[in-house]
Structure formats: C-alpha cells, structure tokens
C-alpha cells in the first residue's frame, strides 16, 4: 500500500480538480431545492424547545455567523445551532445513497464557513454539491444497515465527511490539505442512535456535532495538521470501525464527474422518520381512493422492513405511547393514527396538546405492525411497506408503496417544496421575509456574497 494514492488522496484531487462549468443544470436546480428545503427547516426549527437550549450553551460568545433567527456565534458554533435547529422538525432532506441526512451536517457548516469568508452565492453552491458527492461515497461504501445494527448514526458519521468537502472546497484547501481533512473528520466522527428507543433529544445533536467537526477539520488541515492517509480503508479505518461488511471500493465508482448526487436527494412531506413515510402515503391513498374516514376502519396492518422495526416500531410499549414530541416523530402508530384521522402528519401534529389527544392515542391501538420479511428485499435503497386497512363491513384494501412521496422516483414538485418552505418558515418569521429567502436562494449562482442571503435571515 505505501507508495500509492489512498482514497482519501483520490477523492481530494477529484474534488480539487473539478470543473464548475461542467455540472449539468439539473444539478444546480436541485441544489438549490436542497438549500430552500434546508432553510425552511431551519427556520421552522430554530425557536422550538430542543433549538432553544442549545442556543442558550453556544450563543455565549457572539461571533460574525449568522445563526436562525437573527443571532450571531462564531463559525463553528453557527454550524452546531444551525444543524440542530434544521434537524429538530424532522422534515429534513434524505439520501439512501448517502445514509442518512446530507443537508443538517453539509449546508450548516458550509453556510457559517462561506460567511466567515464572505464567499460567492455559486462557490457555496459549489460547496453543496461537492459535499453530497463524498457523503454520498461514503454511504455507499460503509452499507448503512449494518451501520445501524452497531448504533451509529450515518447522517453524522457519513455526514461529517461530505461537510468536511464542502467547507475545505469553499476555504480553497488544496488536495493534500483536504486529504488531510478527511482524516482528520475520521477521528471526530460519532452519533449514537439509542434515542431511537425512547424519544430522547440527541438525535438532533449528532448532526449539529457533525457539522461543527466539519468546521475544525478543514481548519486544522489548513493549519497544517495532518490526519491519517488511509482513514477509510486501512486496517483500523472506518470501514472497519463502523460496520462489518463495507464495499468500501465502492467510494471510487463514477469518480469521472458523470454523476451528481446531489440529484438523488429526497424531500419530505411529513413531519417523522423517513420509515413512516410509506405506510403515511399507502394509508391517505387507501383512505382517499376508496372514500374511507377513520371510524370506517377496524384495524390498520403495516408490513415493514427490519429496519423501521428497529426505528420506528420497538420497544413498542414505548412506541404506541410515545412520551414526547420526539417519540411521537419515530412511532409507527402514532403517525399512522394522524394520517388516517387527519389526512396530514406536518408539525402540528406533533404538539403536547396532539401527544396528549385521547383520539390519537386510541386511534394507535388499531395499528398492527409486522415484519414478514417481504419488504426486506427492496433495502438497502427502498424503505417499502405494505398496508391493509380492514373496515368495520368487512371490506378489506391493500397497497404497498415502494417509493415514498418526495423521493427522485416520486418526486415533490418546485411548488410543492415552496409551500413546504414558506410553511415551516412561518412558525418563526414573516411571509414576505420567508419569500426574500426563497428568491435570494433562486438566485444563488448570481449573488455576489452570500451575506447577500443571510441578511434575510
């Protein structure tokens, strides 16, 4: 191995030596979705509870780097609030390519980096789809089931990488630098997933914790300071530290500019873990098709791959009575019950007034979830499901969803993803502020700062 180019040293110099000019529109119009998508969740998300307390830890040293909403902290602690704020409404962007989450750990640490510089609308742009291509790599070479079944968190462990990209692509790093980058990110790569089980807060901090690692890596590595070369492929790299059966090969495939992955990125439409999602859109149609209400229905069963057992099913006396909002986010029953009594799993279903709802909670028991092990077939890239709904005459209905509402395969609309954006923006700040920010993102490759966007926040 001594002698040749690791993959951390390859990834670098692609990055390094990419062409802007190059990147096909349909990438750019993405990213720019990827950021409004990103904003409304930070907006939305920057005066809730879980926000508030971690402002009231880092906002103590005011710095140069805008924070949601309206505050100033230094670079890396603008990336920590703001990951958190983005990630805390659950209705952040996904990737199954990436593994998680690219847009609470890549754009919050290239926001406060590309602020702290004063850099261009397009070189964040830039920055954005750099990061999602090396989340991306990482993702596919670490295999995140696997990820999972040890507790890490591969929005944080994968993130940190893309992130990293991102910021040492905006601070101009060259490719030995940002080779260094990378090992460094290796080492402060983390996230813990046992909130999982009972609705605990720190799911929201890993990619808060992620993004800030981002931040210092690129910075140490400009400084000078060196991380190890084969930092994902050697013997005690990260392949081997955080799954047990990594292609980590496959973190070289397409490395020919031919693929954009930022593209593959994912929206959401409800309010909850991403595993909810099928079983959400099987139900609404089921229940719309067929002029269903919900004192039509005498049992609702769902057939889930292992995975959404493991997130959004067990310990199941925890998930038919979820203790907290945060629960009530990666409880089965729970959003299955507001979909088919409400027709809508957007924030407001998740208030302690709607926790406490005694309709809500009854409606669950009608929830049965299994595993039959049919849905398991379409991972690592599908989170399918299968629904049957059993009215109270006897009629039975039935639909699996593959594709999720607001994945590339079933896309939301441009306009779908304004309302999104204008809607969580309105639980913090004006309309006619929210549209500023929207226009101001349309138009990222023309501004001259990105200052030009942050003003507006």
């Not at 962007?93 to 640490?109: C, F």
């Not at 702290?116 to 609308?121: K, P």
């Not at 990125?265 to 859109?281: E, G």
Request: one cysteine or more; hydrophobic letters at 40%.
């Amino acid at each position: 191995m001594q002698g040749d180019l690791s993959y951390s040293q390859k990834l670098a110099q692609y990055y390094v030596n990419s062409d802007a000019h190059a990147i096909p529109e349909s990438a750019i119009a993405h990213a720019k979705n990827v950021i409004v998508d990103w904003a409304g969740c930070g907006i939305g998300g920057a005066n809730v509870d879980s926000t508030k307390m971690v402002k009231s830890v880092f906002l103590s040293n005011p710095g140069q780097c805008t924070v949601f909403c309206g505050y100033k902290a230094s670079v890396e602690n603008a990336a920590f609030i703001n990951g958190a704020a983005s990630h805390a409404l659950e209705m952040d962007d996904a990737s199954y390519d990436a593994g998680g989450h690219p847009a609470v750990v890549i754009l919050p640490a290239a926001m406060a980096v590309a602020e702290m510089l004063n850099a261009s609308g397009k070189d964040f742009l830039l920055s954005v789809i750099w990061g999602y291509d090396m989340m991306t790599r990482v993702g596919r070479g670490l295999v995140p089931n696997n990820s999972f079944e040890q507790g890490w968190h591969p929005t944080a462990i994968n993130g940190i990488f893309g992130a990293t990209v991102a910021v040492a692509y905006l601070m101009g790093l060259d490719a030995g630098q940002m080779a260094n980058a990378m090992g460094i990110a290796g080492g402060f790569a983390s996230g813990n997933l046992e909130c999982y089980a009972d609705g605990s807060l720190t799911k929201r901090l890993n990619p808060a914790n992620a993004a800030m690692g981002a931040v210092n890596a690129a910075r140490l590595a400009k400084a000078g300071y060196t991380g190890p070369k084969w930092v994902f492929e050697g013997k005690h790299g990260f392949f081997r530290s955080y799954t047990d059966d990594p292609t980590p090969e496959r973190m070289l495939e397409n490395l020919d500019y031919s693929e954009y992955p930022v593209e593959l990125a994912a929206f959401k439409p409800y309010a909850c873990c991403r595993y909810n999602h099928a079983p959400i859109d099987s139900i609404l149609g089921l229940m719309s098709d067929n002029g269903l209400k919900a004192n039509d229905i005498e049992k609702i069963v769902v057939d889930t791959c292992h995975m959404a057992i493991r997130a959004v099913v067990e310990p199941r006396e925890i998930k038919y009575n979820p203790p907290n909002e945060v629960g009530a986010q990666f409880s089965l029953p729970y959003t299955a019950a507001c979909a088919a009594l409400f027709a809508d799993v957007s924030v407001v279903q998740f208030s302690d007034e709607k926790l406490a709802d005694s309709q809500i909670r009854e409606f669950s028991k009608k929830i049965d979830m299994i595993h039959t092990g049919e849905m398991d077939k379409y991972l690592p890239d599908i989170f399918a499901a299968d629904v049957k709904i059993f009215a109270n005459d006897g009629r039975t209905f039935s639909r699996m969803t593959k594709f999720s509402k607001g994945d590339p395969e079933n896309p939301m609309s441009a306009v779908e993803i304004k309302e999104k954006f204008m809607s969580l923006c309105q639980m913090t700040i004006a309309a006619d502020t929210a549209s500023k920010v929207y226009d101001a993102i349309m138009q990222m490759d023309k501004l001259d700062s990105i200052r030009d966007l942050t003003k507006w926040f």
